[in-house]
Nanobody, 119 residues
Framework: QVQLVESGGGLVQPGGSLKLSCQAS????????VNWYRQAPGLKREFVAVVYKTEATNYADSVKGRFTVSRDNSRNTSYLQMSSLKSEDTAVYYC?????????????WGPGTQVTVSS
C-alpha cells in the first residue's frame, strides 16, 4: 500500500537549520508532485512549498528565501531544507504527493513530523 513518511523533525534554536525528508513507497514517485504543508495547534493548515514533476518549485511568501524544496526520484524522496528558522515556523510538517488529470485529483499524505523552534 502507498506510504509516505516524513522524518528529520525536532527541536532547533531560532536561526538554526533543519532538513526534512519525505520518502514514498508503492507509487511511481516521478509521476507525482509533492506539496509540503504545516499546521500549528488551533491554526489552519497552510501551504509551505511544492516541487513539481519537472522540478519546478513554488513557496509560501512566509518561507521564501529561507526554505528550499527538492526531490530525488531515485530515492523516492522529497526534501525540505529549512534555514534561518523562526519561532513562527513551529508546526507539524506534512508532505502530500499528488497528481491531477482533468478535474480529478489523487492524494497521499504522510503522518507528519514535529518541528519546534525554541531557545
Amino acid at each position: 500500500q502507498v506510504q509516505l513518511v516524513e522524518s528529520g523533525g525536532g527541536l532547533v534554536q531560532p536561526g538554526g537549520s533543519l532538513k526534512l525528508s519525505c520518502q514514498a513507497s508503492e507509487i511511481i514517485f516521478k509521476n507525482y508532485a509533492v506539496n509540503w504543508y504545516r499546521q500549528a495547534p488551533g491554526l489552519k493548515r497552510e501551504f509551505v512549498a511544492v516541487v513539481y514533476k519537472t522540478e519546478a518549485t513554488n513557496y509560501a511568501d512566509s518561507v521564501k528565501g529561507r526554505f528550499t524544496v527538492s526531490r530525488d526520484n531515485s530515492r523516492n524522496t522529497s526534501y525540505l531544507q529549512m534555514s534561518s528558522l523562526k519561532s513562527e515556523d513551529t508546526a507539524v510538517y506534512y508532505c502530500n504527493a499528488f497528481r491531477t488529470w482533468g478535474a480529478s485529483r489523487e492524494d497521499y499524505w504522510g503522518p507528519g513530523t514535529q518541528v519546534t523552534v525554541s531557545s
